[in-house]
């Protein structure tokens, strides 16, 4: 980690590696930077050569992103221009009515979908600019998805689809028998490994799928309505595991969901309506709010 | 129950490195084929309603080529025996040579034109099954893309599942329309046809069947799979079936 100065505003950011704008002032921070030592210079969308480390501050971020969808002669608008910095390592909701965009906001960053305007970065690299190959390797190795309605391929055991994606990044057979049981038992199914989905309750097809994006060590778990089909304890035990393993490991976690419970877990809650941004909240903030809520109503 | 500490240790890796941009993504053709196999033998509904289409096909075509090797058989031994009794001259005998060529040749020609036929419409129903059976996995494809798939592993599996359908359904199919053709002309020319006929082409005509079988449902097969494989993930997650 080094601290570096923006040269125009004096802020100061913590820093693994590379930004090259200043979060606040948007001013080039590249020669402080090289000063710093820290600088590596890459080409935006080409295919990092190097084995160096390359860190930004923010993992995810979107300019102006658009999304129209064509139902037949209208255009609907998904998303009317969202801009998102997400940091590295952190715990983001976003929140908002169904039909807000939030699901289409979340496709886009995960690339499962094209924005009709805009861009989406993820450490840098913008996602319009990768091929089909670059694009399955972005979703397989570096992120992990969860589903409302878990999406485990329901011919394979628990323990098979674990191993899909390591099957996908070329792990060796045993590599990937011995770390897909392992991931099983320690989201505690680790008596259940040959079980097929439809043989486990929600909870635990909830844990494989959770099992499933950790298959390949990602940066970030994109996790769409995790607790949406389940009743409220194991929605809870999902959450715990999620946050328990945004803070040991520092995966960033972004979930879609309309769960209040996500709120105590999360960092930062984004509140979309009607494809647009409309307030962040730190949960610091919050913690603020709701305590001085209580204190008015007290006195 | 749920060992997070261990678990987030366990997914450290890259979440602290950073992101590099790759290329390198795999589905060796073991893995392929094992995963396609067991989309057959675990979907034995929709396997079956494929094969079954194969098998009628290939039977078909196969009830066919029997009748045409028995009749050679039974002609060949006529032709002997009719040579034994009666030595004729070649000026007599053309003109009833050439009525029976003219009558082999428009009858060949009504067989092809049956044969065409029958695998065409056998290739309509396969490609129409193996499109029914693509529509209803939509959701399964677009979490195998979100998992990293691309679109080729796609298209290789449903081509190897089709393909290995296709052999099974022609040799159940070859099997059963050789078998009925046989019986039905053991009953209508006594049971020695079995003998008189030529088992090596006979032989040679199974094979062809079963190779046939097998790249009708390939072919076959194409379309919907390349359909299926070039959805993009978010449209493929959110289909209702």
Redesign the interface.
């Known amino acids: 980690m080094a601290r570096i100065e923006c040269p125009e505003c004096h802020y100061v950011i913590e820093t693994t590696g590379i930004v090259t704008v200043c979060p606040e002032c948007k001013a080039d921070m590249t020669k402080a930077m090289e000063e710093a030592g820290r600088v590596e210079r890459r080409v935006r969308g080409s295919i990092a050569k190097d084995d160096s480390v390359t860190t930004h501050e923010f993992i995810v971020r979107t300019k102006g992103l658009k999304k129209i969808y064509r139902m037949g002669e209208v255009e609907v608008p998904a998303l009317r221009g969202v801009d998102l910095d997400i940091r590295r390592g952190e715990y983001l909701s976003i929140m908002g009515p169904s039909g807000s965009g939030k699901s289409t906001l979340f496709n886009m960053v995960g690339g499962l979908d094209k924005p009709s305007e805009g861009t989406c970065f993820i450490e840098e690299v913008d996602m319009a600019q990768l091929d089909a190959f670059e694009l399955a390797w972005l979703r397989c190795r570096k992120i992990g998805y969860i589903f409302q309605s878990f999406n485990l391929i329901p011919v394979m055991t628990a323990l098979e689809n674990v191993t899909l994606p390591m099957i996908f990044a070329g792990m060796s057979t045993d590599e990937m028998m011995e770390r897909g049981r392992m991931l099983l038992e320690l989201v505690g199914l680790g008596g259940r490994l040959h079980h097929k989905p439809f043989e486990l309750s929600g909870g635990q097809q909830q844990r494989v799928a959770v099992a499933r994006a950790l298959a390949n060590s990602p940066a970030i778990i994109l996790a769409d309505e995790p607790t949406g089909n389940l009743d409220l304890q194991t929605g809870k035990e999902i959450i715990d595991l999620l946050k328990e393993l945004n803070a040991e490991s520092g995966v960033t976690i972004i979930s879609a969901t309309h769960d209040l419970k996500m709120i105590d877990a999360s960092d930062r809650i984004v509140h979309i309506r009607d494809g647009e941004i409309e307030r962040i909240e730190l949960r610091s903030e919050l913690d603020l709010q709701i305590g001085h809520l209580a204190g008015a109503e007290g006195g | ?28 053709w073991k ?1 392929a084929a094992r ?1 396609s196999i ?2 057959v033998t ?2 034995l509904g929709r396997a079956a309603i494929t094969g079954a289409g194969v098998v009628l096909g290939i039977a078909f075509l196969m009830s066919v080529w029997t009748g045409k090797v028995v009749t050679e058989g039974l002609e060949r031994e006529q032709a002997k025996s009719a040579f034994s009794i009666t030595q004729v001259g070649e000026g007599e005998t053309a003109p009833g040579l050439e009525e029976m060529k003219q009558e082999k040749q428009s009858r060949a020609a009504r067989q092809a034109w049956l044969v065409v036929m029958s695998l065409l419409v056998c290739g309509v129903g396969i490609t129409n099954s193996m499109l029914m059976s693509v529509t209803e996995r939509f ?2 494809i ?10 080729s ?1 796609i298209v290789r599996l449903f081509l190897i599942e089709s393909v290995v359908l296709g052999f099974l359904g022609s040799v159940v199919g070859a099997l059963l329309g050789h078998v009925i053709m046989l019986i039905v002309f053991m009953i209508r020319e006594g049971a020695s046809v079995a003998a008189k006929m030529n088992w090596l082409h006979m032989g040679e005509y199974f094979v062809l069947a079963i190779g046939l079988g097998c790249v009708l449902a390939f072919v076959a097969a194409v379309a919907p799979a390349v359909r299926a494989a070039q959805m ?4 493929a ?1 959110a289909t209702e079936v």
């Open positions: 129950m749920i060992d997070a500490k261990r678990l987030a240790k366990a997914a450290t890796a890259t979440a602290v490195e950073g992101v590099h941009i790759q290329r390198q993504i795999t589905l060796p893995d995963i067991r989309n675990l979907r959701r399964e677009g979490t195998m893309k979100c998992l990293g798939a691309l679109d592993f993009p993930p978010a449209a997650l």
